[in-house]
């Protein structure tokens, strides 16, 4: 699943159950593991709207993020 506002560069590997949600930027020959999880809502809450908090992610040019590995926005 690839969402709004995203990018995604060239020749990267985006694995099954990977979801890139708004604000995620990944530069050329990005490799992102099975399963692996972008978080970029700081606190996260089903009954209070967050999307005005989305902060911006960026991978840089040929990184590997692991299977399962999490990355969190700062």
Do not use: W
């Not at 530069?27 to 992102?32: G, I, L, S």
């Not at 606190?43 to 993020?65: C, E, S, Y």
């Amino acid at each position: 699943m690839i969402g709004p506002d995203c990018r995604v560069g060239n020749s990267c590997k985006i694995q099954n159950n990977v979801s890139i949600y708004k604000g995620v930027t990944l530069e050329d020959e990005v490799f992102c593991g099975p399963s692996m999880v972008f978080t970029n809502i700081i606190n996260p809450r089903a009954a209070i709207p967050r999307m005005n908090q989305v902060r911006q992610t960026l991978v840089k040019k040929g990184a590997t993020i692991g299977a399962n590995a999490m990355t969190l926005a700062f």
